[in-house]
């Protein structure tokens, strides 16, 4: 397993080490053991899975502390485009993005800690997205922000004639009027 650090420092890519053959392949999407010899010390708690199709747009979605969640995320079949929004007021990379390709091929996973938004556009026909949370979904403490915000400038690789957002997403607030409570700690 090789830990891939990112433009934004708390944001991490995970590169299982995967093992093929002409039989299909294998690999470790989790080991709690290797991911404490790797420093990151979490416990989860909830496991997430959706199906979307081409075009869908999922996000940007957080909760409030202290009922935010750190995901790791992966796709198990097609591809989507990911993104993870730094919300940690005082941080160096507050209100910036960081996005990577999740695919069932790279089996790339991506590590998003507590205090930023998470969302994914889907780039295949459809695709399957997985993610364990070391917090449970709590409604009342849940929060947006819309995905098209012209100072977020996410490039999400799906034309807009294409996207496909629920009506929860398109009328979540822009970054700059988004409900937060997150502090960057040194």
Known sequence: MEIIKTEIPDLLIIQPKVFEDERGYFFESYNENKFRELGIQLQFVQDNESKSNYGVIRGLHYQLAPYSQTKLVRVISGKVFDVAVDLRLGSPTYGKWQ????????????LIPKGFAHGFSVLSDSATFIYKCDAVYNPEAERGINYNDPFLNIDWRISPQNENISSKDKASPNFKDAETNFKFVK
Do not use: D
């Open 99 to 110: 996005g990577v390709e999740l695919s069932a091929e790279n089996k790339i996973q991506f």
